[in-house]
């Protein structure tokens, strides 16, 4: 055992060295999903991206042939709309997400930014255009500043605070002993969900790309904490494409058109309330969620009381 121990500390060596040293968050999104039969056309462009309209036309996935996860797909979010993706978990809505930044081709159909397929683009230029808010952001080991400027190595540290500020973490980051200097990660401060996000968003405010993919957790927020973070949010999606995996009524709310998702096709598809008023899955699905949601209010108040 003793033998098997010292090759296994080393690679956990090796790839925390490898992850320290990255200069690119999306290429550590492709070392961690790494997909090898992804790769350019010997004639691939460089994606052109005039206005950032995203169409995903009759579009079938799987990842292995015995189990089929979308069956036919078609939906658009026009330049600078917000389109929500809401479904049962597992029903395959980070896939979506997956397939737009090309991390698996799809079997048919066709997914395109601005008219151009996204098999015929690079794919460096594909994942430049495109932002991506992930759910569990991975911190680096180092500084706070550093992390953010993942965005824009070339950003101006006033720029750094500046986008700190419309994230909504600014204020939280200056109370820190060491303020942007304070190292996180692993071997640093442990930061929040909540917090972890918010440093992902100023990130994306440096990165400001022309298309965005937010992919809301799942995990409860307090509520001032939500309203934070949604304010960020629609500080950064404004007057870009937005595709947002929703978990929370306040985005589906206000999303130009909500898509549910559920067996591997579009189930329902709307503004909310045309959604509320069929009376179908997406309006059973949010009843439940507000009684989640005032079960745990309730709980809370209860606490507090004691
Ligand atoms: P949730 O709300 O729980 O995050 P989701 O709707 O985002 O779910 P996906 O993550 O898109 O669901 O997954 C859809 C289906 O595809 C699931 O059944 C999942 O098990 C399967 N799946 C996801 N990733 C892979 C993979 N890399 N290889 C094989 N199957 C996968």
Redesign the pocket.
Known sequence: LMQLAVPLNFIGFVYREIRQGLTDIEQMFDLLDVNAEVVDKPEAKPLRVSDGAIRFEDVRFS??EARP?LKGISFEVPAGKTVAIV??????????SRLLYRFYDIQEGRISIDGQDVRDVTQKSLRAAIGMVPQDTVLFNDTIAYNVRYGRVEASEAEIQQAADLAQIGPFIRELPDGFKSMVGERGLKLSGGEKQRVAIARTILKAPPILILDEA?SALDTATEQEIQASLDFVSKGRTTLV?AHRLSTVVSADEIIV?KDGVIAERGRHADLLEQKGLYASMWDRQREATQAEEQLKRMREDD
């Not at 479904?87 to 979506?96: D, V, W």
């Open positions: 990842y292995d996860i479904g049962p978990s597992g029903a395959g809505k980070s896939t979506l799942t995996i998702l």
